[in-house]
């Protein structure tokens, strides 16, 4: 019974070293993160410019960078927005969402570059100062055009630091999209953070070759994209959603403090999308006759283009069932125009 005794006494002093051990050595492990050159300190947040060199050709490289290292250790997850320069909900998505993480209550590292192309945000313009497509240009070229070196830059950076990146968007050229999140299919970690920003929305694809987030995917970063009103305008209910879901998100992964509730949010998850665009010749002035978010069915008017010289009507209509996920304001079209993008009501 003694020697019983001591052997249970062993075991209990054995597993009290083991459980104790391992803490100090993840505490020394948890130091500073370096980004951009920079170090960030457990427990501190910096907000700093990307480059510091001044020259003329530098100064494509001003985008700002803001980093809050938590006390803790646990995941870093990456923000991007303003890669598209005129799409602002998501600079003010990014700077809200940095601006309420307290580090020290943060376990892992929240990595925002809120306007990547900074010049593009200052001017309103979708495009980078030599007229290219940035979110076409990823990972990018050191030696390329002034676009690839910005997109090799951040690449580089996303590569080495980010274990997750949401890329902040909304729809383009006076187009509107309802809150959702694009994610592939292929990444069933992409697939589950998706579901857990829940914003309700879900479209499954792999996105266009060249953007953030599909090359960031191929390189085994599970990423999304939350796509969220038009260019130009602030829309503040779809710039709250945006926050709650990074919020979300950071709850899911475990890098706040927070007792919310974790239960996975209900979303429609769409397999299919389909473009309904202004027919061959029906040139003229566009008015929708449905809302973001409208449900409707195979046949249904989803507005009227009218010829300002002939004065003669074209109706638009559904092409399948399904959801409004995307739309045109009304203005002046031209053929082919991409006017709704209708999330495809599952058979
Ligand atoms: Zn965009």
Same mark, same amino acid.
């Given at each position: ?83 598209? +320069?005129?799409?602002?909900? #998501? ?7 940095? @601006? ?75 187009? @509107? ?7 592939? @299919? ?42 969220? #009103? ?72 989803? #507005? ?21 996920? +995307? ?21």
């Amino acid at each position: 019974m003694f020697e019983l005794k001591r052997i249970a006494g062993g075991l209990a002093f054995l597993l009290s070293v083991l459980l104790i051990i391992p803490l100090p050595a993840i505490a020394i492990q948890w130091g500073p993160v370096k980004v951009a050159g920079r170090e960030i300190w457990p427990g501190t947040n910096l907000r700093f410019p990307y480059g510091s060199e001044t020259s003329f050709e530098s100064a494509y490289l001003d985008a700002p960078v803001f980093v809050a290292r938590g006390s803790r250790a646990g995941p870093a997850l990456c923000i991007t927005a303003g890669i598209h +320069g005129d799409e602002i909900n #998501g600079t003010e998505i990014a700077r809200r969402a940095f @601006s309420w993480i307290d580090p020290t209550l943060l376990s892992g590292t929240v990595i925002v570059f809120p306007m990547v192309n900074a010049a593009g945000v200052r001017t309103g313009n979708r495009y980078m100062q030599d007229r290219r497509d940035l979110n076409r240009e990823f990972p990018g070229r050191s030696n390329g055009s002034v676009t690839a070196i910005v997109a090799n830059t951040l690449f580089t950076e996303i590569k080495r630091n980010c274990d997750y990146l949401v890329d902040l968007h909304t729809g383009s050229f006076s187009r @509107s999209n309802h809150p959702q999140i694009r994610v592939t @299919s292929k990444n069933p970690r992409a697939l589950d953070i998706a579901r857990h920003f829940g914003v309700g929305i879900i479209v499954l694809s792999n996105g266009p070759k060249g953007s953030i987030r599909r090359e960031a995917s191929d390189a085994g970063i599970p990423s999304i994209i939350y796509e969220a #009103g038009e260019p130009s305008r602030f829309d503040l209910e779809q710039i709250a959603a945006g926050v709650r879901g990074i919020e979300s998100l950071m709850d899911y992964l475990g890098m706040s403090e927070s007792s919310n509730d974790l239960r996975v949010p209900e979303s429609n998850i769409y397999t299919k999308t389909s473009w309904v665009r202004v027919p061959a010749g029906a040139g003229g002035y566009f008015f929708p006759t449905v809302e973001l978010g409208q449900a409707v069915s195979k046949g249904d008017r989803l #507005g009227t283009i009218i010829d300002p010289l002939t004065d003669r009507l074209t109706a638009i209509e559904a092409s399948s069932s399904g959801e409004v996920i +995307g739309m045109a304001a009304a203005q002046i079209v031209l053929s082919g125009y991409a006017l709704v993008h209708l999330g495809v009501a599952h058979r």
